[in-house]
């Protein structure tokens, strides 16, 4: 067996390919976006770039049921995207190994809030691990479709962007044989309708018990001694910040949930003091709140409840600190690439003069920045078209929403449904650069590539919009000022649903475009 330094990323996907996968499935979203790119080319494993996150899990589901192993990956906020069939997943399980592999984004570095994924899992009551370096990464996933499997459950394996995004030795393994093709038909456990709701969950409260026993076989949480009757609980990632402080204190490591709570007594029983380190929520604290008098962690406000809590914070709480803080690196926030197009059409947009105009998530999000302070709002993916629909319907005129290409297939298509369908007077602004720019350039439904790099339909976004029923759509290139001026101020000022697509290529890979390579 060979060691090779790998991303955080690659590990996991890498943990799935000797895990012998035979499909994957993601939407992408940083920090989780290159797991599936690792697997579409270093493996022979189909995989595909979903719609959005909703899809991917359902499409992953599927393989399940054929007794095959799947992987689906995501970023913290897409599993609110793919939460419905997430949530009744663990109700009717899986027949094939089916993990869940989501990248949370503590500090929010790229996303629009912090959520902890943990309390995802604890909701839909499966199995949850959480590495602590590339090696875990890379082993937990492997070990996560054995246990989804005896189970009958989906498993997640839930790291962070600072595990995701950095190198560290991973030990490369066999690649074990894809399971036998097997679909069953079985009503009773696979359709979700009121009848069979109720036995299904009595079935899945049963498994709890079984939960516990098997992370206790694998060793997931265990004790490591120390001296002092002071001792730290250390969750996932902050595991390896507890080991970097060298103060040989009493160590419980926290790498999968849910946590035995007869482990945690045994830890805290003789201790006068329990630090809790994880990164996210207080879930593990506020548990432990319940079994000792004297916690320090984010609730007794020795570390942040917000941000990242990184290795900084947990130095400050014993009283050390690193030569070089981070607030003594020059910040450097995110701007528009020189040359994007994206910045000439929000310079049109402006001097339309919309009355408010709706934002939404991707690279064109940075145009509600320094110079340009374009845009007004931002929620979530698909939102702009929707809070654009609310407020034109009280009465506001002039109101335009923001979107790109990818977001526009993700969710904004069902937006735009409603809001022809309710009669709203908005104009719909799709920014199209012909990739999903912000998380790498990805392909998209309209540019005929697949993640494989093959060939396929390229769809229409134009006829998608007629489609839709809008009242007019037109495709302007966003470098020609007046024809996308004159486009953009006719459809803020006529009554109806209009779409003005600005088109052209994100100048980081136009010229790919233009010799028709892969990417």
Known sequence: MSKVLMLGTDAVARGAIEAGISYAASYPGTPATQILEYIAKNSSVPCEWSINEKVAYEVAYGVSLTGRRALCSMKHVGLNVASDPFMTSSYLGVRGGLVLAVGDDPGAYSSQ????????????????????????????????????????????????TRLLHCYSSVTLGEIRPENPLSLKKDPPQLIAIPRHVIPLHKALNAKQARITEILKRYSFNEIISGEGKRGIIACGLAYTYAMELEENLPILKVTAYPIDEALLREFVKELEEVIVLEEGYPLVEERVRCLHPKVRGKLSGDLPLEGELGPDPVLRLFGKKRNIQPEDTPPRPPVLC???????????????????VTGDIGCYTLGALPPLNALDTCLCMGASISKAIGIAKQGISRVAAVIGDSTFWHTGIPALLDAVWNKANILVCILDNSVVAMTGHQPTPHLGITAKGEETKAISMVEICKA?????????????KEELLAALKRGLETPGVHVVIAKRPCVLIAGKLKKGEKF
């Open 338 to 356: 020189p040359g994007c197009p994206h910045r000439e059409f929000y310079k049109a947009l402006l001097e339309a003069n919309p009355t408010f």
């Open 113 to 160: 809030n912090e959520q902890d994924s943990r309390f995802y899992a604890r909701f839909a009551k499966i199995p949850c691990l959480e590495p602590y370096d590339g090696e875990t990464a890379k082993e937990f996933t492997k070990i996560a479709f054995d246990i989804s499997e005896e189970l009958g459950l989906p498993v997640m394996v839930r790291s962070q």
């Open 468 to 480: 839709c029923g809008v009242d007019s759509v037109i495709e302007v290139d966003p470098l020609k």
